[in-house]
């Protein structure tokens, strides 16, 4: 009887069984995308340093890698751009997942790019034709642009190469200046120059205008710093002490640390200056703000319970939250671009390092733990790297991390002390 | 001084001596007995234990180990939702566990699992065993059968035997863990996926993939291109059992 059933049960389910799909979980490797890159066809008397540019701009970003044109079964140069023939087997065939191929040219004193990339695996043009064009000297940020776009078709999400990274060093003296380097520590710069100490560079969100704290007036005021030869100006007129301006994400809002009668919070301004808000209204000393990508909340520090902690502000609903329990000091919090993490510096003992906790608390992990001193994390644009400062090799010097794992890379070769990094976000 | 000195051979001639010494080598040889007999055992532990130190070392992340936390402990009324990871041992070896723990790519990840799914085992990040993964990937065959059991109770529920991938099949298994391995060791990039795209595979019966059709997205059109190249990259994949559709899903979270 039971035979009976169990023979019949077999027969009513082997049609479902064998309509059943076989489901096979593939787990991921870490490993980036290669990607072959022709030597653009060039007019004469342009610059051939361009593929080099390309080339770094691309891996700047750890997710794509190139292919060693040595190893190429194809032209090692795109010859005209205009009839491309792509043989996707013999891209495949050496490794390469993607292609990409261009042509630059020069008109009237402006440097023009075309490109086009490739899915060889797929053998398929992925998305329009890229046109860019800068001018002669800008060359190396023109490469940076293509490259960042280039990431960003493969990866979902724009390079990050052509962004700046603003920072204070003291260049060995007793003041500080405010320094803007490229993402990959080269073309430094001072753009501040008046002997005092300058502090807490913060970009707008166009990367056109910079907000820092300086003493050159005698009292800790806020500056605005504009590209070009637009003159600097205070921020705020008021006689109160101000310490630290953080530009919104999306808009012309400075969050602004301001001490009134001896009382230390966060207000908001606008970046002319105007409606002056309070955020925070404690008897105890707020600072270091950071927004969340969409402006809607604001991470701070406050000692108000007695070290300081990080808390966040929702502000429509004006809610704080205490976000650390742990330890007796946390600090500088930095919410990632993408909304996922807001790193700190936490103590451990004499030192600190960088940690990231998720915005609603729920969970944190180290992230740089030297033995030394790990502060002032900055989020790349593209929230896959963090910029940091450390002594870990004697002075403070800047570094940067790959967020996901990966080489920290030294940013400053200085003769002083550099801190307060502050990556700027995509210049256009 | 020289009073001390007994010359080696007179010693050699004293019975008491004599006796010392046959003790004392009866003790040594006890020893070495005892040493070689009775750690055996645990050096075996120690040699089979020995892939997950070469892990170890090979993190690339100085970060996340020398330091004690100081404020990094999930807080307390929030218990991170923590996924069961490391569950009693796998009821049944199977030839995937051979497959996966030999690759060396998890490692490449000692760091946190980028933004989305933070959550899963950051604290201390011990590469999985074999047997934590074959578990990890039963557990989940096993929860996706039990949904579809719940789905369609009357038929589908004991549909196990045949074409079910989380249970050893000496059909099947081998066959899928080469899948695995190869489509695995042909995925660049996915550390830009934050879902599971999801595939419909066409192998001919020489493993020629004629066929790849995205049936759930990541999300990210991106992430499913890099996947989707892995399995194209991939064609022909090992001869299957049997020509025909298979469902493949890659999975950027497994990494660690």
């Known amino acids: 009887m039971t035979r009976l059933l169990g023979a019949l049960l077999v027969l009513c389910l082997a049609p479902a069984a064998l309509a059943q799909k076989i489901r096979i979980d593939v787990n991921a490797a870490q490993k980036p995308i290669p990607v072959a890159v022709q030597k653009f066809a060039a007019g004469p008397g342009l610059p051939d340093d361009f593929y080099g540019y390309l080339v770094a701009g691309l891996e700047y970003s750890s997710v794509v890698v190139h292919v060693n044109p040595e190893a190429f079964v194809e032209p090692r140069e795109t010859h005209d751009f205009d009839s491309p023939t792509v043989h996707c087997d013999n891209w495949k065939g050496i490794g390469a997942e993607g292609l990409v191929q261009g042509e630059v040219r020069e008109q009237q004193g402006r440097v023009q790019v075309r490109y086009r990339v490739w899915d060889t695996t797929r053998c398929k043009l992925l998305g329009d034709t890229g046109f860019r064009e800068r001018d002669r000297a800008e060359v190396p940020m023109l490469a940076h642009l293509v490259a960042d776009d280039i990431v960003q078709r493969f990866t979902g999400r724009r390079g990050v190469s052509s962004t700046e990274i603003a920072y204070v060093s003291d260049s060995g003296r007793r003041n500080k200046e405010v320094w803007v380097m490229s993402a990959d520590g080269t073309n430094k710069r001072r753009v501040t120059n008046n002997g005092s100490i300058n502090l807490f560079p913060s970009w707008s969100p166009d990367a056109k205008t910079l907000v820092y704290t300086s003493f050159k007036g005698g009292l800790s005021e806020l500056y605005l710093l504009y590209r070009g030869t637009r003159p600097g100006a205070k921020l705020i007129q008021t006689r109160d002490e101000k310490f630290r301006g953080v530009w919104s994400p999306n808009d012309d809002t400075i969050a602004a640390v301001v001490s009134r009668q001896g009382n230390t919070d966060i207000y908001t301004v606008s970046s002319n200056g105007k409606d002056p808000r309070r955020l925070t209204d404690d008897r105890a000393i707020e600072s270091s703000p950071s927004w969340s990508p969409d402006g809607k909340k604001m991470a701070f520090v406050s000692d108000r319970t007695g070290s300081p902690q990080i808390f966040v502000k929702d502000l429509a609903s004006g809610e704080e939250k205490r976000l650390t329990f742990s330890g007796d000091y946390n600090a500088s919090p930095a919410w990632s671009p993408t909304g996922e993490w807001i790193a700190y510096a936490a103590q451990a003992g004499n030192d600190f390092d960088i940690y990231l906790i998720t915005p609603d608390g729920s969970f944190t992990q180290p992230l740089v733990t030297s033995a030394r001193s790990d502060e002032d994390p900055a989020w790349s644009p593209d929230g896959r790297k963090l910029a940091f400062s450390s002594n870990r090799r004697g002075k403070k010097e800047l570094f940067r991390v790959e967020v996901n794992g990966g080489a920290t890379t030294l940013l400053t070769e200085d003769p002083g002390n550099c801190t307060n990094p502050a990556w700027s976000p995509w210049l256009e | ?256």
């Not at chain 2, 001084?1 to 080598?25: C, G, H, T």
């Not at chain 2, 970060?63 to 990094?72: R, V, W």
């Not at chain 2, 045949?162 to 099949?169: C, I, L």
């Open chain 2, 1 to 256: 001084m020289s009073s001390f000195y007994v010359p080696a051979e007179s010693l050699l001639q004293s019975r008491a001596f004599r006796r010392l010494m046959a003790f004392s080598l009866a003790g040594h040889v006890g020893v070495a007995l005892l040493l070689f007999f009775h750690p055996f055992s645990r050096r075996s532990e120690l040699i089979s234990a020995s892939p997950v130190m070469v892990q170890m070392v090979q993190l690339p992340k100085p970060a996340a180990l020398p330091k004690p936390p100081p404020a990094a402990k999930p807080i307390p009324p929030k218990p991170a939702p923590k996924p069961p990871e490391a569950a009693p041992p796998p009821p049944k070896p199977v030839v995937k566990e051979i497959v996966i723990p030999k690759e060396p790519a998890p490692l490449a990840k000692p760091k946190p699992v980028p933004p989305p799914a933070p959550v899963e085992k950051k604290p201390e990040p011990p590469p999985p065993s074999a047997e934590e993964l074959l578990q990890k990937m039963t557990e989940r065959v096993e929860a996706k059968e039990a949904e579809q059991a719940a789905q369609n109770p009357a038929q589908e529920a004991p549909a196990t035997a045949e074409a079910s991938p989380g249970r050893f099949d000496p059909l099947f298994s081998p066959w899928i863990a080469g899948v695995k391995a190869r489509v695995r060791a042909n995925w660049s990039g996915a550390s830009v996926c934050e879902g599971k795209p999801l595939f419909d595979v066409d192998v001919g019966a020489g493993g020629q993939v004629s066929d790849v059709k995205l049936t759930q997205s990541s999300g990210s059109p991106a992430c499913d291109a890099t996947a989707e190249r892995a399995i194209r990259k991939s064609n022909p994949l090992p001869a299957p059992p049997q020509a025909g559709t298979y469902e493949i899903e890659m999975n950027p979270k497994d990494l660690q």
